[in-house]
């Protein structure tokens, strides 16, 4: 049986990719500002590349889940 399931969250996403970035490396000649002003833009694409592709508005997420196949699958994002 397949069942399809919305998953609403308005933080969970962005609160993720933030953390995720936060732990990169900073790299030694890329002072603290720049740094800081570096990791915003990744973290903002990586928003973006999953809002588009995954997630409306950046807090809604279709899942598939397939209880015959025992997988579950992200659905992509629709308008």
Known sequence: MKIRVTLKDPDTMQDSVDEAVKRL???AEVDKEEWADIRDARADKIKSA???RWMRYGEY???EFDTDAGTA???PAKD
Do not use: A
């Open 73 to 75: 699958t992200v659905l």
């Open 61 to 63: 997420l279709d899942v």
């Open 50 to 52: 999953i809002t588009n």
């Open 25 to 27: 490396p900073k790299p």
